[in-house]
């Protein structure tokens, strides 16, 4: 079932807790797959949770999960590929999960609230003008960092420019064009069949976009074809009073829990 979650999510939100905001409530499976052994993986400290290293985060579509559980997660494709760079520029698309896939590890974090960043000035600021800071009050934004095999890449998911159909790559992080505003308005909760694992699902808005109306989200393109299910971005688009499972996004800790 699905279930409107707002003022919880608003709350945990407040409280600088990524992993809760965006859904992880006793994560089920992650980097490590659906139906895995071991239990963890060995990238990115999720084992002993070592400060040293950054822990990852995955994410994740409503459309392709199974069983309320990510088998398919974001990944950093070769394609797209800047000369002369190991990582600028990738492409992004959602990939089967893997212990082994280090172009799966990213590490999600909190870079602060839109009250906080819109019109400060400097590269972290925000456009006082674009849809994020006109329409979304204090709503958390997020990076998402490339840590293959727990080294810091410093390159981050988001888009060359808030053009409609652009595709997610990997950009330098630190400015508007990889910040990623969670839409905690159209957040929904959904808990899987006959109980279980519930997760938080959210839009997550290019926070560089000026639109005057229906803002970019990331979005999924589950039919393309080089890569398969590719992300880009696109208006957020609403069916039943809630927005489309293809922008509907959930984080999880690569955590491979057997799910019956």
Not at 7 to 12: D, E, K, P, S
Not at 60 to 81: D, F, H, R, V, Y
Not at 221 to 241: A, I, V
């Amino acid at each position: 079932m699905r279930n409107r979650s707002i003022r919880g999510l608003y709350v945990l939100a407040a409280s600088v807790a990524v992993s809760s905001v965006l859904g992880l409530a006793g994560a089920t499976a992650a980097s490590a797959g659906v139906r895995v052994h071991p239990n963890a993986t060995t990238v990115c400290d999720n084992n002993n949770h070592d400060s040293r290293s950054p822990e990852c985060k995955n994410l994740s579509s409503l459309m392709l999960n199974q069983e309320n559980g990510p088998a398919l997660i974001a990944n950093a494709t070769q394609k797209g590929l800047k000369a002369g760079s190991l990582f600028r520029n990738r492409i992004i698309n959602l990939r089967q999960a893997s212990n082994t896939r280090t172009n799966e590890d990213f590490n999600i974090q909190l870079v602060g609230f839109t009250d906080q960043l819109c019109g400060t000035g400097g590269l972290a600021s925000l456009d006082p003008t674009s849809f994020a800071c006109l329409n979304y009050p204090d709503f958390p934004v997020y990076e998402n960092n490339f840590t293959p095999n727990s080294n810091d890449s410093g390159y981050c998911i988001g888009a060359l420019s808030a053009t409609e159909g652009f595709k997610a790559r990997l950009l330098r992080c630190g400015t508007s064009r990889t910040f990623l505003v969670a839409d905690i308005s159209a957040s929904i909760t959904f808990t899987r069949p006959g109980g279980g694992v519930t997760l938080v699902y959210i839009p997550l808005e290019l926070a560089s976009d000026t639109s005057a109306t229906h803002p970019l989200v990331l979005t999924l393109q589950p039919n393309s074809k080089n890569p398969t299910n590719l992300l880009t971005f696109q208006q957020e688009n609403f069916s039943g009073g809630t927005a489309i499972d293809r922008q509907m996004w959930t984080l999880t800790e690569p955590v491979g829990l057997t799910v019956p």
